[in-house]
């Protein structure tokens, strides 16, 4: 069985700049394997109520300015799931959760950089599911749990955000700037906190974990880490797969939870 994956996606260029970040999503899809589709949780999609888009190809939202023109050109037309748009709200209906469908949104940088890294080819089929800023962390692991049986399905549920995200604070134009320790730190303490299965301690981070408001000025893009970790099911083991920085202050790493 997959397990459920958290990525951090970083700067829309991560399409285009050389990088560890980079190099190492090229490498995930295969050494995952090729799931039946895929239910992406974006840090990009922010709704009211948990939210997923039904289309039969996934337009390319390029919801980012000022970059170069490279980016603009890219298109990943993955095929959508109407029956997986479905399935995920059947299993959020049955945990509580009012839940709303999309029939004409496609997927945002934060879906469709790191999918286009992991499986260039654009075949899994891909149903983007929203997130609830204002509801917190506790309410994305609630989220993510209800989804987990997705799994036994051969579904790949992939929480897509960033372990630190503080855009003021970036070395803009330097991808591979020395890491600022500010950022270290507070990766470092999540680390320890999954790795020892703390979920307290997790959920509490903005008070526990340091350089946490620094870190995390909104909550957005830490989210969808609290979601992908539910969905690897009641007291599930965290693997990290990755960790670098780009940009200096961008913290880019990656988990997988079974």
Do not use: C
């Not at 997923?52 to 939202?61: D, E, G, K």
């Not at 749990?145 to 992939?158: G, N």
Request: no cysteine.
């Amino acid at each position: 069985m997959l397990p459920a994956v958290f990525v951090s996606h970083g700067a829309p260029t991560l399409a285009l700049d050389a990088s560890p970040a980079r190099d190492f999503l090229r490498e995930l899809g295969g050494k995952l394997g090729k799931p039946r589709a895929i239910l992406a949780i974006s840090a990009h999609w922010e709704t009211s109520s948990p939210t997923v888009n039904s289309v039969a190809v996934n337009p390319t939202i390029h919801d980012f300015y000022g970059f170069p023109e490279a980016l603009y050109q890219m298109e990943y037309p993955a095929p959508g799931s109407p029956a997986l748009a479905e399935r995920t709200r059947g299993l959020l209906a049955q945990a509580g959760f009012e839940t709303g469908k999309d029939q004409e949104r496609g997927l945002d940088h934060g879906a469709w950089v790191p999918l286009m890294l992991m499986y260039p080819e654009a075949e899994v089929p891909v149903v983007q599911l929203s997130i609830q800023t204002e509801l917190g962390p506790e309410h994305q692991l609630k989220v993510g749990r209800a989804l987990a049986p997705l799994r036994e399905d051969d579904v790949l549920v992939i929480g897509t955000g960033s372990m630190t995200h503080n855009l003021r604070t970036m070395v803009r134009g330097h991808v591979n700037a020395p890491e600022a320790p500010w950022a270290r730190d507070f990766a470092e303490w999540i680390h320890g906190a999954l790795a020892e299965g703390r979920t307290g301690d997790l959920l509490a981070y903005r008070r526990k974990a340091p350089n946490a408001l620094l870190s995390h000025p909104e909550e957005d893009h830490f989210l969808p880490l609290f979601s992908a970790l539910g969905a690897g099911g009641e007291g599930a083991h965290a693997e990290r797969l990755h960790s670098s920085a780009t940009f200096g202050t961008l913290r880019m790493d990656a988990y997988a939870f079974s």
